[in-house]
């Protein structure tokens, strides 16, 4: 089992920034990869952006340059620095790890809100 444990997220004026970070613990061998999804109330939860073990990472079109994923110093960490943060941006965002993408193992979600 792995459990994630995420950080960040909170209230910001559109054109704000911020930062989530999820670290990783158990057997973490089995991550090769690790990502944030959203969930925005009424649809669909959707892929933000990942990165795997070797750093190739994929993004969301809607936040191609303007969010930016990397692994931590920490192994077994990610970070999504979020700028120019939109109100459609709003939504809970998950963390998650595993061998496939996306994998197994899911975070609690953090709120991130973006007012206008």
């Known amino acids: 089992q792995v459990q994630l444990v995420e950080s960040g997220g909170g209230l910001v004026q559109a054109g704000g920034s911020l930062r989530l970070s999820c670290a990783a613990s158990?057997?973490?061998?089995?991550?090769?990869?690790m990502g944030w999804y959203r969930q925005a109330p009424g649809k669909q939860r959707e892929l933000v952006a990942d990165i795997t073990n070797d750093g190739t990472n994929r993004y969301a079109d809607s936040v191609k340059g303007r969010f930016t994923i990397s692994r931590g110093v920490a192994k077994n960490t990610v970070n999504l620095q979020m700028n120019s943060l939109k109100p459609e941006d709003t939504a809970v965002y998950y963390c998650?790890?595993?061998?496939?993408?996306?994998?197994?193992?899911w975070g609690q979600g953090t709120q991130v809100t973006v007012s206008s």
């Open positions: 158990g057997s973490t061998a089995s991550v090769k990869a």
């Open positions: 998650n790890a595993g061998w496939l993408r996306p994998g197994n193992y």
